[in-house]
Nanobody, 129 residues
Framework: QVQLVESGGGLVQAGGSLRLSCADS????????RGWFRQAPGKEREFVAA????????YYTDSVKGRFTISRDNAENTVYLQMNSLKPEDTGVYYC??????????????????????WGQGTQVTVSS
């Protein structure tokens, strides 16, 4: 069972950058697509980005395209979210999630409707104006 631990959140001014990390502390040998979600105060959790197990396929929500980049290092069982040109509306708790995959599914990025069965505890990102 994957165990996800996020890190890298913090307070940053608008226009700044942060890099989030999500490590699988269980270092499971199973294959997982990964995703990032966020939840702002008083709002529902929303999808941000996802990456296939292979790393060759990614998917972003429109509001972060061109500003955020998701990547992964399977040797380190870690997924990253590089966030540039941050805006106050990017503020929220960012959660890492994992979707078990097999076969060709491991080469296609999860989508917002994918079944993410494992979640981390979240890391706070605050962007000041």
């Amino acid at each position: 069972q994957v165990q996800l631990v996020e890190s890298g959140g913090g307070l940053v001014q608008a226009g700044g950058s942060l890099r989030l990390s999500c490590a699988d502390s269980a270092r499971t040998s199973r294959r997982y697509g990964r995703g990032w979600f966020r939840q702002a105060p008083g709002k529902e959790r929303e999808f941000v980005a996802a990456i296939s197990w292979s790393g060759g396929s990614t998917y972003y929500t429109d509001s972060v395209k061109g500003r955020f980049t998701i990547s992964r290092d399977n040797a380190e069982n870690t997924v990253y979210l590089q966030m540039n040109s941050l805006k106050p509306e990017d503020t929220g708790v960012y959660y890492c999630a994992a979707q078990w995959c097999s076969g060709i599914g491991c080469y296609v990025a999860p989508t917002p409707r994918s079944d993410f069965g494992s979640w981390g505890q979240g890391t706070q990102v605050t962007v000041s104006s």
